[in-house]
């Protein structure tokens, strides 16, 4: 695979249009992307944010911000070992690696740390798939490299959309995808993790300031319905003669307007058509976005059959707890034989009270049970 040239900049590019926030209403609640990493992207992606005003720049903390990705890691990868620099000091594996990303070097080291456990780290989900049925793509993985062999289970049990990692040597005979090591594959170029990330952040970006620009008819359109189907009721009168009357007469009072007040009316509503037009993506950027997502995207799972990955699945994309009754409603089976099977994996599923159900949270404020 490789990428086809990257699109020229325009004036409306994604990029600038404003920062991601939380979903505000329905339409703009776009699916939460859900991507499994390894440890050596954590590693990139740290030295990234050590990097002058990376946090700033960082399209994954955007996403992770605004509640549009969720990231998952294996409890592998922050298990508690010594460092490479201090032996009397426990750190993560993670941090480790870090410490062997550069050499050595104490500063190096202690830079991208500290981005990792300030930016980065409050955002992990930490899985832990005990107790789950290995699967083929487990036990292959586990022959090469032990250490990787939980995530690509958990990448499974998830039915991830995405799986992010370097490490050709675990996971390149399996399904999962790798990306390259060199910014270059058979004399093309090829994409890098920050490409990747930035095309998620401009596609969210575009949905979200999409549905903020429809919701001004949207909102108009609901209150004119709810008014002619008040006055309906007081009036016995059909709802749609008065949808009509309703329409005739603005287009009265349009047309009884001066044409100075006319025609400036009609330019507002070309330039909104045009606006909302100009933000979408050209063709060009769709397909070097699609070309992106391709290195590490995953195609639909197979079914599952067994209850606790079904759960898992569901509740990986959730926005918020969900009811034991409605989780065991997909499997098949009453709400406390649910909440036992649920109970047996701590590693993957959170309780709350009033018997809510989560994937397992985060430090950070996306975690907590809101609501």
Known sequence: MTLPPVPKRRDHHASTLPRLQPPLWQLDFQPIRVVAMDANVLVDLAKSCAEANGPERSALLEQLHAGRIRVFISHQDVEPVASLINPDVTIERVERSMESRCNSDRHRAAALQAAWRTHLRPWMRVIDPAGFPLSDVHADVMTRDADDAD?????????????????????????????????????????????????????????????????????????????????????????????????????????????????????????????????????????????????????????????????????????????????????????????????????????????????????????????
């Open 151 to 371: 995530l690509a289970l958990i990448a499974e049990v998830l039915g991830v959309d995405a799986f992010l990692s370097r490490d050709g040597q675990a996971f390149t005979p399996t399904f999962l995808p790798v990306l390259p090591l060199s910014p270059r594959v058979n004399g093309r170029s090829s994409p890098g993790l920050l490409d990747i990330l930035a095309a998620w952040r401009n596609e969210s970006r575009v949905h979200q300031h999409t549905s903020l620009l429809a919701l001004p008819p949207v909102v108009v359109t609901a209150a004119m319905k709810e008014a002619v189907w008040a006055l309906s009721r007081v009036t016995k009168v059909n709802p749609f003669l008065l949808l009509a009357g309703t329409v005739a007469l603005g287009a009265m009072a349009f047309a009884a307007l001066p044409p100075s007040s006319q025609a400036t009316l009609r330019r507002g509503a070309k330039a909104y058509f045009d606006h909302t037009v100009d933000i979408q993506q050209t063709r060009e950027e769709q397909a070097y976005n699609q070309a992106l997502r391709a290195w590490c995207e995953l195609p639909n799972w197979a079914e599952a059959t067994d209850f606790r990955i079904v759960a898992a699945r569901s509740l990986a994309r959730a926005r918020q707890p969900v009811p034991v009754a409605t989780l065991a409603q997909l499997g098949g089976l009453t709400p406390r034989t649910a909440g036992m099977r649920l109970r047996k994996h701590p590693g993957v599923f959170q309780e709350w009270q009033g018997g809510l159900w989560s994937i397992r949270g985060c430090p950070a404020g996306e975690g907590r049970l809101t609501g």
